[in-house]
């Protein structure tokens, strides 16, 4: 079985400061883990991925994340972050080996105030 | 291109009524996804087809619930009769493959049943 967890439901951050998304994973063998953004009233839209290589991936908008095999995570990460970030971002794993369906995470609301 | 359409964007219904969902996927992708969007669920795959045959419908949550696809460029999910618990945002998102992982989702319709 494969599962997500966000362990924050929100996340405030000041504009200009650094923000962090968390997400932890669990599944069997090695994974593929995907960060989705959503603005309101929208679908979700795919940000990065990481599959293999560097542990650090970039993606779109100016975000990146950091896959950290031993702790099980891939924390979504910006390093000045902007009002119009603010948005619904969803974390989503899927093993390399097995279901090719992705799970996702819960959902991370991010605030980032003026 | 377009992306992924979905129709109608919101819909109202009453309890006992049948309600049908409509997307049309971005042309070329072999694999359409449903979803079902709730507060107190997340984000739930309810089914999968590719090129036009339904793989997996474990997650569709009763009978009430049916989905098609009788071509490349149109699925639709019905729910009869409708029931409030239905209420949720369901999206549909494509894909080229499944193994590269990214989705691209819709819009989402917005369904109300009273």
């Known amino acids: 079985a494969q599962s997500v967890a966000q362990p924050e439901d929100q996340v405030n951050v000041a504009e200009g400061n650094p923000l962090t998304v968390k997400c932890t994973y669990s599944?069997?063998?090695?994974?593929?883990l995907f960060w989705y953004v959503q603005y309101p009233n929208r679908g979700l839209q795919f940000l990065l991925k990481?599959?293999?290589?560097?542990?650090l991936v970039k993606g779109s908008y100016g975000f990146e994340a950091e896959f950290n095999k031993s702790q099980t995570s891939f924390h979504l990460k910006k390093p000045s972050a902007l009002v119009s970030d603010s948005a619904l971002y969803f974390c989503?794993?899927?093993?390399?080996?097995?279901?090719?369906?992705?799970?996702f995470g819960r959902g991370t609301s991010l605030i980032v105030h003026p | 291109d377009a992306g992924v359409i979905q129709s109608p964007r919101h819909e109202v219904t009453e309890m006992g009524q049948e309600v049908t969902l409509r997307c049309k996927p971005i042309?070329?992708?072999?694999?359409l996804f449903w979803y079902r969007q709730t507060m107190m669920r997340g984000l739930e795959l309810l089914i999968y087809?590719?090129?036009?045959?339904?793989?997996?419908d474990s997650g569709m949550p009763e009978d009430r619930f049916s989905a098609k696809m009788p071509n490349a460029s149109f699925s639709t999910l019905k729910i009869q009769p409708s029931e409030p618990r239905d209420s949720a945002v369901y999206f549909c998102?494509?894909?080229?493959?499944?193994?590269?992982?990214?989705?691209?989702f819709g819009p989402g319709t917005r369904l109300t049943v009273t």
């Open positions: 989503a794993v899927r093993s390399k080996g097995g279901s090719y369906i992705p799970t």
């Open positions: 087809f590719n090129n036009n045959v339904p793989i997996d």
């Open positions: 599944v069997s063998g090695n994974p593929y």
């Open positions: 990481y599959i293999t290589g560097d542990n």
């Open positions: 042309s070329g992708h072999d694999y």
């Open positions: 998102a494509s894909s080229f493959t499944l193994t590269s992982g990214e989705q691209y």
